[in-house]
């Protein structure tokens, strides 16, 4: 790889890899919000409902293509252009995602309301429904799962975003052994806060995700701890920071890299990973969701590092694992991977949410654990409707340009 002059004109090679695990990611995470209602099955439960530990993975993903689209190939420096004004960036990248998720609020705001008034009355209704719309509710502990629950995640992602502006200019001037030290420091950041949390409940051996909030000592505490968009930042800063150790690889006065085989192989943290998630569900490691899904985050950037040093390598070529995940019906998944992630809760609530299904269909389809396969397909269907009829629309495309635009103004 030669670096020019202005190593922000090197051109970056595509990751597609990183395309394809965005789907299995979000299946995983879709799969286990309702597989619940598909089975009683206690290890079946268990392997597939760690979903508050997987989420850990997006938010890295989210740093690490930050990182890969604003900094300089091959040198210490940010694209400023792409990074500058802030405001502009920060509009950019929430209207990436923002008018797919004012529409799916829009359609489904009857059921979400009528559920919504059915438990907590109108006027809390209507107050959840402006925190949805405003992405405020990952600020509300007990309250971050309101109408479309997974979207908290996107709440929570806004304030990171809002953050990377400022961030990123400091790490692109990073060297790889002080990306390596901010990457320690960041992970003891990420740790402190979960190990708060597990000393002060005795909660060390805790599985959030299959157990009854009834039964947890401070559901509270734990949501604090989940849904927090600084914890969120810690974790899309360490993604920012894995991306940038591959990307001064060629940099001048960077000494060659020297890996292990094994442990520069996609394959190793990818079996890491699956295991990990094996051992939890089968009881042989006993830690709890807060403090795993900063493990998980870990070797998740591990994984990541290493799918992106194959893809780049020897003329892109890679290993079996990284030119298996750039297989293209797998980046296709991946690009409908954010309708799915929008839809799959909703749609879920259609069908399995007791008020609103009865209402519906007389009936909860909890009581036909088959169901569940045609839901993932009609959730994958209605996703790749929307992305070829909404998404790649260039009048939907058109309007949210007027709106950024509008948005931009209004904040510089």
Known sequence: MVVLANASTVKKPRLPALDS???????????????????KNSLALAALGQVNVVVGAFFVLSGYVAAYTTTALGSYEA???RLRPSPQYVVSRV?????????????FAPMFFYADSFY?????????????????????????ELWNAPSWFLSALTFALAAMPFALPSIAQMKREHLNRTFKVLLIVSLLAKLAYSYDLNAWG????????????????????????????????????AARTVMVDDAEGECALKQNKIMACSATPLVAMVGFLAARALGFVAVNDALSRTIFTVMFSMFAVNIHRETVRDGGAGSLVSRAFAWK???YLGTISF?????????????????????????VFTQYPQFFPVYVLIVLVAAAITHEVFIKN????????????????ALS
């Open 95 to 107: 209207m990436g995602f923002y008018p797919l998720y004012f529409l799916v609020n829009c359609v």
């Open 120 to 144: 907590n009355g109108p006027v809390a209704a209507a107050a959840h429904g402006l925190m949805t719309f405003t992405l405020t509710q990952a600020w509300f502990p007990m309250h971050a």
């Open 329 to 331: 019906p797998l980046v």
């Open 206 to 241: 805790f599985m959030e995700g299959v157990m009854s909030a009834k039964t947890h000592p401070n559901w509270l505490y734990f949501n604090s701890v989940r849904f927090s968009p600084f914890n969120a930042l810690v974790d899309v800063l360490m993604g920012a920071v």
């Open 21 to 39: 695990i965005r789907f299995f990611l979000i299946a995983y995470i879709g799969v286990g919000h309702f597989i619940a209602c598909a089975t």
């Open 394 to 409: 260039h009048k939907v495309q058109k309007m949210s340009k007027a709106v950024k635009k509008k948005a931009v103004a």
């Open 79 to 81: 694209e400023m252009s």
């Open 339 to 363: 309708p799915i992630y929008i839809l799959h809760g909703p749609i879920g609530q259609v069908f399995y949410k007791r008020v609103v299904a009865t209402k519906l269909f007389g009936k």
